[in-house]
């Protein structure tokens, strides 16, 4: 079975992630017009589909744990998911709040689910400038690593957002705080171990 997941995965090229991103995107948007609220509806399933997409991206290194190597697609659903994240704020920005600039600035500093928020997204633009082989040689692997380490409560972070927008905590909101958590611990405990002495 893991065998041929591998197998698989790797006759998939990396950049159909990218197409299939775009399209799902496009569709998000389209599919929100017909909708009473188009900006309100869009500015959710933004959200939450670019929430999804990060905790996919963060299961793919437990998985290697277990054999399914699916490392090349990473990069890809990380920008993607940066992607979704970005337009989930422009819409905000533009769709609900019109470039009320005053506006924004108070429910930046006065709504705490918006200030976790923009302090998710904030986390989330350095790892999608250093997504790319460049700054990997620039940086150098080990310190590209530990900036990477910020997918982990960027990614929490966005849950929490999640859990705070709703009036009343939802199953799906649980799942998704429940779910950025335990890889999070679970990454912890990986690294812990591989630091403990042996013998």
């Known amino acids: 079975m893991i065998n041929s997941i591998n197998q698989a995965a790797r006759r998939i090229p990396a950049y159909t992630i990218y197409i299939a ?9 389209f599919s929100s017009l017909s909708t ?15 929430l999804q997409i990060l905790i996919v991206t963060l299961c793919i290194t437990p998985l290697r744990w277990y054999g399914i190597n699916l490392l090349k697609f990473r ?17 905000w920005v533009v769709l609900d ?19 976790v928020g923009m302090l ?11 997504s790319n082989n460049a ?4 940086l150098g692997a080990l310190q590209w690593k530990r900036l990477h380490w910020l997918a982990y409560p960027a990614t929490l972070a966005g849950a929490v957002h999640f859990v ?5 905590y939802t199953l799906e ?12 611990i679970a990454r912890r405990l990986k690294s812990r171990k591989k630091l403990a002495p042996t013998g």
């Open 21 to 29: 991103g775009i399209a799902l995107a496009a569709w998000v948007i």
């Open 36 to 50: 009473p609220d188009p900006a309100k509806v869009l500015e959710r399933v933004l959200g939450i589909r670019g």
């Open 75 to 91: 990069r890809a659903l990380g920008l993607m998911g940066f992607m979704f994240i970005a337009l989930h704020l422009m819409t």
């Open 97 to 115: 709040l019109a470039l009320r600039w005053s506006e924004i600035l108070t429910e930046l500093t006065k709504r705490p689910f918006i200030i």
């Open 120 to 130: 998710a997204f904030v986390a989330l633009i350095p790892l999608a400038v250093t």
């Open 135 to 138: 700054m990997i040689k620039r």
């Open 164 to 168: 705070m927008i709703g009036k009343v």
């Open 173 to 184: 909101s649980a799942l998704y705080f429940a779910a950025v958590a335990a890889l999070l």
